[in-house]
C-alpha cells in the first residue's frame, strides 16, 4: 500500500535555529497537504500545494513540493517556541483515499 | 462559526462492545472524513462521505462503518471492539471538490476511545 514517510521523526533545535522535514511518498500526489498538531491537539491545515516544483511561502515557513510530485519538505526558519509540534504532510491517493505522513515532532528549547 | 464538533470527549468500552461517535461540520461543508489516530502516529483514514455517500474508504475492516445524515453530520460506528481499536477519532469538514481532490480539512477535537 501507498506509504507517506517524514524525517526526522524527531527534532530539537534551540529557538532562533532553522528546521526541515521532508516528506517521500511511495506514490504520486495530485497535491499535498501539511498540517500542524500540538500537544494533545488536533491537526490544523497549513497550506496546500498543487503544482510540480510549487514553492510557498507563510512567514517563516516556506513549503517545497517535488518535480516528481512525491515529495515535499516544510523548513521554518528562526524557530520560535510557538512552532513546537508535530508536522504532517498528506495527500491523496487515486482511490480516493487520504494518506498522512509519519510526522515530524519538533522540540524548540528557549 | 462554530468548528468542527464531535462527541463524546471522551469514552471507555470493553472488549466485543460497540461504539458510535459524532461529529458536526462546520456550517457550509458538505464532506465529512472520519480517522484514526494512535499515539504517536498520523491519522489514518478511515472514510470519507459527502451527499450521504461513502466517497473513499481507508484499509479498515468491516466492523468500522459510517453514515451521513442530511444536515451532514455523521456518525461512526465500530462493531465488536478490540483493545487496538483505542485511539482518538478525529472527524474533519470540508469543501467537497471531487472525487479523488481532497481540499483543505478542518479538524474537530477528536474523541478519545479507550478499549479495556
Known amino acids: 500500500g501507498q506509504q507517506v514517510m517524514q524525517i526526522p521523526q524527531y527534532q530539537h533545535v534551540q529557538e532562533g535555529e532553522d528546521f526541515t522535514t521532508y516528506c517521500n511518498s511511495s506514490?504520486?500526489?495530485?497535491?499535498i497537504q501539511w498540517y500542524k498538531q500540538r500537544p494533545g491537539g488536533h491537526p490544523v491545515f497549513l497550506i496546500q500545494?498543487?503544482?510540480?516544483?510549487e514553492v510557498k511561502k507563510q512567514k517563516r515557513l516556506t513549503f517545497q513540493f517535488g518535480e516528481a510530485k512525491k515529495n515535499s519538505s516544510l523548513h521554518i526558519t528562526a524557530t520560535q517556541t510557538t512552532d513546537v509540534g508535530t508536522y504532517f504532510c498528506?495527500?491523496?491517493?487515486?482511490?480516493?483515499?487520504?494518506?498522512f505522513g509519519t510526522g515530524t515532532s519538533l522540540t524548540v528549547i528557549p | 462559526d462554530a468548528g468542527v464538533t464531535q462527541s463524546p470527549t471522551h469514552l471507555i468500552k470493553t472488549r466485543g462492545q460497540h461504539v458510535t461517535l459524532r461529529c458536526s461540520p462546520i456550517?457550509?461543508?458538505?464532506?465529512v472524513s472520519w480517522y484514526q489516530q494512535v499515539l504517536g502516529q498520523g491519522p489514518q483514514f478511515i472514510f470519507q462521505y459527502y451527499e450521504k455517500e461513502e466517497r473513499g474508504r481507508g484499509n479498515f475492516p468491516d466492523r468500522f462503518s459510517a453514515r451521513q445524515f442530511p444536515n451532514y453530520s455523521s456518525e461512526l460506528n465500530v462493531n465488536a471492539l478490540l483493545l487496538g481499536d483505542s485511539a482518538l477519532y478525529l472527524c474533519a469538514s470540508s469543501l467537497y471538490l471531487r472525487a479523488g481532490l481532497f481540499n483543505e480539512q478542518f479538524f474537530g477535537p477528536g474523541t478519545r476511545l479507550t478499549v479495556l
Open positions: 498528506a495527500g491523496p491517493n487515486t482511490g480516493n483515499q487520504f494518506y
Open positions: 500545494l498543487v503544482k510540480s516544483g
Open positions: 506514490t504520486t500526489l495530485s497535491n
Open positions: 456550517s457550509g461543508h458538505k464532506s
